[in-house]
């Protein structure tokens, strides 16, 4: 077959084809936002937004007299706010190679960097996911290991469809070593041969270099505490932001707390998301903000929390308030890092990609999207060197939907 010269629209079209199959994570969670700004025909610039409602609940009436409740709902916003792009070179003879040529050389090892920046951007969102079941640091590989993701899930209502898991190499090949002695002809044969998970407990599953690293804050052996009774909000205080915030003291004067970083709190229990009945495991919360414990004897410190603590009504959270001087416990080792396993529903996260705009004065601009996803092509020419300058872009945002939709994932002892 002869060679073609290429164009720019050829190019976003590979490009678009080797992005879609190289993304992992933005495969895995909520795409439906980008219709919300689909709108728009000239395409997007950097910080646009749109709002978001938020699900109101209801409690159950007991009897036949009428007890009206209002409609509370709450908002959030996603921002696109990630432009990402590769720029590259090209001389007027690599454009008149053949796609499937130019595609190997440049196009790909281009998009399956920017396909790696997306998934790292998505994972990076474990930060507002309060859920964390195992022994931090552990490896996952026996099924019981994996299962108390699930497990955790189903106590918390999540729907048992459209559920993903993204395991770190580490703990990829830990559960592949568990599946190789099954008597389960095919699963052994996939995990043995082409080390593929596949499916375990109704969860699809995939390993994921881009799976973050959590460090956390410096807190040292302290015991740190719940600083005053009764620090609870309720769902119209925070419904816009899903958290509040809680006093605490006992840290070490001047340790930090770092965003990220998940505790419980002693007589602090999770209760059903629907029914409201109390679960066997203590609540778990995730700091919202880095922090840092005064430097004084008493090292108190405020940390901005979620989920925030509701006793009652539809949004309840918590079996009961915070006692003072209730002890915190925190997950994990001080200063030390833990694989950023998860296991999430669809709904958890969402990924927002945008057509950009097409800059005034710019020629033979090129944008194509295809499968929620979209890339921007844009030649300019180098007289001087006889050679073309590509920059090929991408927009988009990312954002945490339902944080109780999802559970980060260790192994146990």
């Known amino acids: 077959?002869?060679?073609?010269?290429?164009?720019?629209?050829?190019?976003?079209?590979?490009?678009?084809?080797?992005?879609?199959?190289?993304?992992?994570?933005?495969?895995?969670?909520?795409?439906?936002?980008?219709?919300?700004?689909?709108?728009?025909?000239?395409?997007?610039?950097?910080?646009?937004?749109?709002?978001?409602?938020?699900?109101?609940?209801?409690?159950?009436?007991?009897?036949?007299?009428?007890?009206?409740?209002?409609?509370?709902?709450?908002?959030?916003?996603?921002?696109?706010?990630?432009?990402?792009?590769?720029?590259?070179?090209?001389?007027?003879?690599?454009?008149?190679?053949?796609?499937?040529?130019?595609?190997?050389?440049?196009?790909?090892?281009?998009?399956?960097?920017?396909?790696?920046?997306?998934?790292?951007?998505?994972?990076?969102?474990?930060?507002?996911?309060?859920?964390?079941?195992?022994?931090?640091?552990?490896?996952?590989?026996?099924?019981?290991?994996?299962?108390?993701?699930?497990?955790?899930?189903?106590l918390g209502a999540v729907p048992q469809d459209d559920r993903s898991a993204v395991l770190s190499p580490t703990d990829q090949w830990g559960m592949l070593g568990s599946q190789t002695s099954l008597y389960m002809q095919d699963v052994a044969k996939d995990a043995y041969r082409r080390g593929k998970l596949g499916m375990i407990g109704n969860i699809d599953t995939y390993s994921s270099q881009n799976v973050q690293t959590h460090t956390g804050g410096t807190r040292d052996n302290t015991t740190p505490l719940v600083k005053g009774a009764s620090q609870t909000t309720d769902w119209a205080t925070s419904k816009d932001t899903g958290t509040m915030?809680?006093?605490?003291?006992?840290?070490?004067?001047?340790?930090t707390i770092k965003q990220g970083d998940v505790f419980t709190i002693d007589g602090v229990y999770a209760v059903n998301p629907v029914t409201k009945v109390t679960l066997p495991h203590l609540q778990q919360f995730v700091v919202k903000a880095d922090a840092t414990a005064n430097a004084t004897t008493t090292s108190t410190t405020t940390l901005t929390i979620s989920p925030p603590i509701i006793t009652s009504g539809a949004f309840q959270t918590v079996s009961a308030a915070p006692a003072d001087d209730a002890t915190v416990t925190v997950v994990g080792s001080a200063s030390t890092g833990y694989a950023q396993n998860m296991v999430f529903h669809k709904n958890a996260f969402s990924l927002v990609m945008v057509p950009m705009v097409a800059p005034p004065g710019a020629v033979d601009v090129a944008r194509k999207s295809y499968n929620g996803y979209s890339v921007r092509v844009i030649p300019y020419y180098d007289g001087t060197n006889d050679a073309s300058n590509w920059r090929l872009d991408v927009l988009y945002g990312v954002k945490t939907v339902d944080a109780r939709l999802a559970t980060r994932l260790s192994g146990t002892s």
């Open 1 to 154: 077959m002869s060679n073609t010269s290429l164009t720019a629209d050829i190019i976003a079209a590979e490009a678009i084809r080797v992005l879609d199959n190289n993304c992992v994570m933005g495969n895995l969670v909520y795409r439906g936002y980008e219709e919300e700004f689909s709108k728009k025909i000239n395409g997007y610039t950097v910080g646009e937004t749109i709002s978001v409602r938020r699900p109101t609940d209801f409690t159950v009436r007991d009897g036949a007299t009428a007890s009206i409740q209002d409609v509370v709902e709450g908002k959030f916003s996603i921002a696109v706010d990630k432009q990402k792009g590769v720029d590259f070179k090209f001389t007027s003879s690599d454009l008149t190679l053949q796609i499937g040529q130019l595609s190997e050389r440049v196009i790909k090892p281009a998009m399956v960097q920017l396909a790696n920046q997306i998934d790292r951007d998505v994972a990076a969102l474990y930060k507002d996911v309060w859920n964390w079941v195992g022994t931090a640091g552990q490896t996952i590989n026996s099924f019981t290991d994996f299962a108390k993701a699930p497990e955790r899930l189903d």
């Open 245 to 255: 915030t809680l006093n605490t003291d006992g840290w070490d004067a001047s340790v």
